[in-house]
């Protein structure tokens, strides 16, 4: 049986960008690694990782050189993607639940409900909304 966990993208980004967490991601990620845990994401996930790797070029906060490593630290992750409309709809129902003005995090959310998984974000505020209703949403900060 597979065991599933949900990471966002602020989650894998934290491992290959200097962030607050980065020292808790990596160890995340680790951990893991070494449960056999099987990762997963919506399909969003790797115009996320891009887009965020692009503005950091853009920012000044790392080079085009690190900018293609951290890229393909990143591409080497297994991370299996999850798209449909079933779940695109659930994503809805979240961010109309949690009053988001967009859908983007809520796609994750869609996919931990449909695996029935924990789904893991550095993304604070992200979790003061949705973490005292659903429990199985994990922060960063609560790693020691």
């Not at 602020?10 to 962030?19: G, I, Q």
């Not at 639940?97 to 995090?105: E, G, I, L, S, T």
């Not at 789904?119 to 994990?138: A, I, M, Q």
Request: with cysteine; charged share 20%.
């Amino acid at each position: 049986m597979t065991s599933w966990t949900v990471t966002d993208a602020s989650l894998l980004l934290a491992t290959v960008l200097e962030e607050n967490h980065s020292d808790r991601a990596t160890r995340l990620f680790d951990q893991f690694i070494q449960q056999q845990q099987q990762l997963a994401a919506p399909r969003l996930l790797r115009y996320e990782l891009v887009s965020v790797v692009r503005k950091s070029v853009y920012s000044d906060l790392i080079t085009v050189d690190e900018a293609q490593i951290a890229l393909d630290t990143l591409f080497e992750k297994r991370v299996r993607l999850f798209f449909n409309e079933a779940l695109l709809r659930r994503a809805y129902a979240f961010a109309t639940q949690f009053n988001r003005p967009a859908v983007y995090d809520s796609q994750y959310l869609a996919v931990a409900e449909f695996l029935g998984c924990d789904f893991w974000t550095v993304d604070e505020r992200f979790y003061n909304t949705v973490g005292p209703t659903l429990s199985w949403v994990k922060w960063i900060g609560e790693l020691t």
